[in-house]
């Protein structure tokens, strides 16, 4: 593969670059849409990392061997269709185009037949765990008619993959399903510890969690799962929309999964009023300390 595109320079498109480079691979390019704001994070991270940039979707995608789609979940339906277009029109035909978004199987299959028709090789790809601090070594499972293909072009990446489907969809389905949980978890243990800290009783509900689940420091963890929810909420909300969607494909009610969606939406709004240097870390002492403050400040 000689030259590879990254659509999408967040977390794992950032990662992916980095990661490439490391493996010899120097003929990359990469667009995101936020590279119109030469302050945006995305324009920042690309220019620290001396990552080319491309100025739209079309130019990154000429001649590229390669396509890696990581956007938002909320993008990836535009995303494929800007890829399908730069493909019919600039080329060149048989790409590889690797989805990495975390959508709902109905909404993999339609990114797939827009892919399709232009000429390029749709890849179905479920990232099975948080893309750091694995990398390229993080599990995906491929789906779809060319996933074996790809995976045997692709062996010098040493990818943590397996062909799980020769149809798109069903790795999708892992994914969402493993999300209902995931996401709502982090949902749930936000909502648990702010209202234990509000009532003065913290150390004691996570201390009663013990019995529940042992094995689990739950200071650590729900520092961990807060901070996640305060930094990507927007992009996890994104992602339930398309999990909701996943349940009611398959005939059930997305109750809980509606929930999540507000909450994730929440702690976004309320992380983009926090020191996100902060928050990073996951220190729960410390996350509570800033929400009691703006809560203060608040009323």
């Known amino acids: 593969m000689r030259r590879i595109a990254l ?15 490391a493996k010899g691979i120097d003929d990359l390019v990469a667009f995101d849409v936020a590279f119109a704001d030469p302050a945006s994070r995305a324009s920042r991270a690309a220019a620290e990392d001396r990552t080319p940039v491309a100025e739209s979707t079309a130019a990154a995608v000429r001649d590229a061997d390669l396509v890696f789609d990581a956007v938002t979940a909320g993008s990836a339906l535009d995303a494929a269709g800007a890829i399908a277009a730069a493909i019919a029109t600039t080329g060149p035909r048989g790409a590889f185009v ?56 692709a062996g010098a990446l040493d990818l943590d993959a397996q062909v799980y489907a020769d149809r798109i969809g069903p790795a999708s389905s892992v994914k969402m399903c493993r999300s209902i949980m995931v996401k709502g978890v982090e949902a749930i243990a936000m909502e648990c510890v702010t209202a234990a800290d509000a009532y003065g009783v913290l150390d004691d509900v996570l201390a009663s969690l013990k019995d529940l689940f042992p094995g689990i420091v739950w200071t650590d963890k729900a520092g961990y799962l807060t901070s996640r929810a305060l930094i990507h909420g927007r992009r996890r909300a994104e992602e339930m929309r398309e999990v909701c969607r996943t349940i009611e494909d398959a ?19 309320i992380g983009a009023t926090l020191d996100r240097a902060k928050v990073e870390p996951g220190d729960l002492a410390a996350i509570l300390a800033m929400l009691r403050d703006r809560r203060g400040r608040r009323d």
């Not at 999408?8 to 498109?13: A, S, T």
């Open 251 to 269: 005939g059930f009610e997305p109750v809980m999964t509606r929930s999540t969606v507000v909450v994730q939406d929440r702690a976004a709004d």
């Open 98 to 153: 690797v989805d990495m978004n975390s959508v709902a199987p109905a909404t993999k299959v339609a990114a797939a037949e827009r892919v399709e028709a232009a000429g390029g090789r749709y890849v179905e790809a479920a990232v099975m765990s948080p893309w750091p601090p694995k990398g390229l070594r993080t599990p995906l499972l491929l789906g779809g008619p060319h996933a074996a293909a790809f995976l045997g072009a």
């Open 7 to 21: 659509i999408g320079y967040g977390e794992v498109g950032r990662s992916l670059a980095r990661d490439l480079r």
